[in-house]
């Protein structure tokens, strides 16, 4: 990302960095160390607005009419944080920007990040129908997401389907890391709505054709419906 005087976020995290050095480079594997970095470095609802904001704003300089934002609720006791506060947050970022005309139709996900497990991910799912309901449809679904290794998606199944069956869309990250076969075909019966990543899914990976064939299943039809539909 080119550093953007104008960009609130960058400023920050620059001077906030002095506390947590960030080292130059990182590899993608050790990306889930740099998102804890970055949830300490974020950690009171005004920052929560104003990261939403900016992301949302440089979206819409790069000419992006579309966005689905996804985010973890977190609470945060040293500033007072709650999960209710953080979508209260992001939402409110969406709103500000319909409300200067920034050129951009934004929507969010509310994410369930796979290491917390069952129960978190039940709470998460009623604080997502809550939003749904009371966002003016700004709320739109849930994403799965948190590092691929740690968790197991069986464990969430009953907070997905809870989400699926209360009308929120699926959004999950799947078969992000090998040897997860049987963990995207449960995922996959729900079905999702979208998926994330995906990359090893094929046979090639070590995932199957099955696997495959049912993805290429689940969205040619979609499309067909759409095309159907005249849409
Ligand atoms: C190839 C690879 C590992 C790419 C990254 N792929 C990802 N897979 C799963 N969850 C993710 C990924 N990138 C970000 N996240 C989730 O997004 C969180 C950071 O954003 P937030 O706190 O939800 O606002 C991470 O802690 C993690 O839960």
């Given at each position: 990302m080119q550093k953007d005087p104008r960009n609130q976020t960058q400023n920050l995290l620059a001077a906030r960095q002095q506390c947590y050095p960030l080292p130059f480079y990182?590899?993608?594997?050790?990306?889930?160390?740099?998102?804890?970095?970055?949830?300490?470095?974020?950690?009171?609802?005004?920052?929560?607005?104003?990261?939403?904001?900016?992301?949302?704003?440089?979206?819409?300089?790069?000419?992006?009419?579309?966005?689905?934002?996804?985010?973890?609720?977190?609470?945060?006791?040293?500033?007072?944080?709650?999960?209710?506060?953080?979508?209260?947050?992001?939402?409110?970022?969406?709103?500000?920007?319909?409300?200067?005309?920034?050129?951009?139709?934004?929507?969010?996900?509310?994410?369930?990040?796979?290491?917390?497990?069952?129960?978190?991910?039940?709470?998460t799912v009623k604080l997502?129908?809550?939003?749904?309901?009371?966002?003016?449809?700004l709320v739109v679904g849930i994403?799965?997401?948190?590092?691929?290794?740690?968790?197991?998606?069986?464990?969430?199944?009953?907070?997905?389907?809870?989400?699926r069956n209360s009308g929120l869309k699926l959004s999950l990250h799947m078969s992000e890391v090998p040897s997860q076969r049987e963990e995207s075909e449960l995922l996959l019966n729900l079905p999702p709505d979208r998926i994330g990543h995906g990359t090893f899914l094929h046979p090639e990976m070590g995932g199957s054709q099955s696997l495959v064939d049912r993805v290429v299943d689940l969205y040619i039809t979609n499309l067909l419906l759409l095309v159907d539909l005249g849409e």
């Open positions: 990182l590899h993608l594997c050790r990306c889930f160390e740099v998102f804890k970095v970055i949830h300490k470095l974020v950690d009171s609802q005004e920052d929560i607005l104003m990261v939403a904001t900016d992301v949302i704003k440089e979206f819409a300089a790069d000419n992006v009419k579309y966005l689905e934002l996804r985010s973890t609720p977190r609470a945060e006791k040293d500033t007072g944080l709650t999960k209710k506060n953080y979508v209260e947050a992001v939402i409110k970022a969406i709103q500000q920007c319909k409300d200067e005309g920034v050129d951009i139709d934004v929507r969010f996900l509310v994410a369930i990040d796979r290491r917390n497990g069952t129960e978190v991910a039940m709470e997502a129908e809550e939003f749904m309901l009371s966002s003016g449809g994403d799965l997401s948190g590092d691929p290794t740690v968790g197991r998606g069986r464990d969430l199944l009953p907070a997905l389907e809870k989400a």
